[in-house]
């Protein structure tokens, strides 16, 4: 059972920390597929600032440019995917060789003819970018172009803002220029992830409202387990501490009955009398256990009929503390103080002294050697209050939660040999419930505890 107890939350620990797990991975790689988007586009973006700029320097040329390609039937009649071409100009004459159907070769070939006498210009082009992805609707912070040697693998120039913001960097990847791939260009975009988050916003919101459903019916469930192994246990204490209380009368008038004919016999009729009214005590001790059993067993509110009258305050406390403090197995002293001007309450006679003797004997019995008992009567807010003080043992706060449940006992550590079903406060509860009233626990100011009874007039 210990196992299972610790087993369980480190079960359920786990189950939720794999929710929370695959709750992350989901929402990290929505966010990469949104950030894919942005990446796409800034390719697209890329390939068509670079067209304008080579178009703007094509257009800043002193005179026109001549550039001549290889004849299409003889690249036709080459079946390969890589294809060689001639390209010719007034003064200069180069073979290369690309790919089929390249749409990019001629653009490629520009930039080859322009790179030393009118090369690429990267603040134009940032410029360009920039435009291109706020048309496209993303938020940019800033970004910078890096123009590279390919050959010599080497940075030829840069545009990189000296307060360049860190965050949420996508960059499109190395692309060459030319149609001998001797240089290229690289873009890198700082991005604010709203937009993104914005459109996530649904799908985050959904996985927060599922990792807290997980967690609560988690917990829910944990509690519930141990809760139910909890009342199990009550249940077995119970049983067991029935049968002691049981078992005991029972033992104890057998006994005497069994001694009976001996002294039938022997004709001591003292003996007899003395063992026949020892027997019916038993008897009657264990008819009392049976009818405290029957009396929980139905405690609901709307089970219980009452019978209220007027009670004189006085002569009840008095029967009730005279009852009490004729201990035969510790000194008990009870001091009553009466603070009201009333003289009766409307009460259930029967089950209110019911409710005061479990008050007084729980008081009695979870106590050290001698007791020492207070009963406070006096009006609080228009109610009857009445206060039963002792200086026992007390009862913790883990316990105080569950004092009033069924078969819920409190078992002191200096006194684990006190026996009992843990139905005797339940009753109390019921009882002043089914009345209109409140029971509470507290802590005692020195010692032990204090039930306070609070009566609706």
């Known amino acids: 059972m210990k196992s299972q107890k610790q087993t369980l939350p480190f079960v359920v620990v786990v189950a939720l920390l794999a929710i929370l797990l695959n709750q992350v991975f989901w929402i990290v790689n929505m966010y990469r597929s949104y950030q894919q988007e942005l990446i796409l586009a800034l390719n697209d973006g890329m390939e068509r600032s670079l067209r304008k700029e080579v178009t703007e320097r094509i257009h800043s040329l002193d005179g026109p440019m001549i550039i001549s390609f290889s004849p299409l039937d003889s690249i036709n009649r080459d079946t390969s995917e890589i294809i060689e071409r001639k390209i010719q100009t007034e003064d200069t004459t180069i073979y290369v060789k690309v790919k089929r159907n390249d749409p990019d070769v001629e653009f490629q070939i520009l930039q080859y003819f322009l790179i030393n006498d009118n090369p690429i210009k990267i603040n134009q082009l940032k410029e360009y970018l920039l435009t291109e992805l706020k048309n496209k609707g993303f938020k940019v912070y800033d970004s910078y172009i890096e123009y590279y040697d390919l050959k010599g693998d080497s940075l030829i120039n840069q545009n990189k803002p000296e307060k360049w913001l860190p965050f949420s960097v996508v960059s499109t990847d190395t692309i060459p220029l030319d149609v001998l791939k001797s240089v290229g260009v690289k873009a890198f975009v700082s991005t604010s992830p709203r937009p993104i988050l914005a459109k996530m916003s649904f799908q985050i919101v959904l996985s927060l409202l599922l990792i807290i459903l997980a967690s609560y019916c988690m917990i829910y469930l944990m509690r519930t387990i141990f809760r139910q192994r909890k009342i199990e246990k009550m249940r077995q204490d119970f049983v067991n501490a029935m049968v002691h209380e049981f078992k005991r009368p029972i033992t104890n008038a057998s ?46 509110r709307e089970r219980i009929q009452l019978e209220k009258v007027e009670v004189a305050l006085n002569p009840f406390f008095e029967r009730l503390i005279a009852s009490h403090s004729a201990n035969k197995y510790k000194p008990v002293e009870i001091e009553f103080m009466l603070n009201t001007s009333r003289e009766t309450m409307k009460v259930d006679e029967l089950h209110f002294t019911n409710v005061m003797d479990n008050l007084l004997e729980n008081a009695i019995k979870y106590s050290g050697e001698s007791v020492h008992i207070r009963i406070l009567v006096h009006e609080n807010s228009g109610k009857l209050e009445i206060s039963v003080m002792d200086d026992g043992f007390g009862i913790s706060n883990r316990d105080k939660k569950f004092v009033f449940d069924k078969f819920y006992r409190v078992i002191p550590k200096s006194n684990k040999k006190t026996v009992g079903f843990g139905l005797g406060l339940t009753y109390v509860k019921a009882i002043i419930e089914a009345h209109g009233g409140t029971i509470r626990v507290m802590d005692a100011p020195t010692k032990g505890s204090v039930f306070v009874l609070s009566l609706p007039d």
């Open 255 to 300: 006994t005497m009955l069994e001694l009976i004919p001996h002294y039938l016999l022997k004709n001591n009729t003292k003996m007899v009398n003395e063992y026949l009214t020892g027997s019916l005590l038993e008897f009657k001790k264990l008819t009392a256990y049976t009818d405290r059993i029957q009396r929980i067993s139905n405690n609901e």
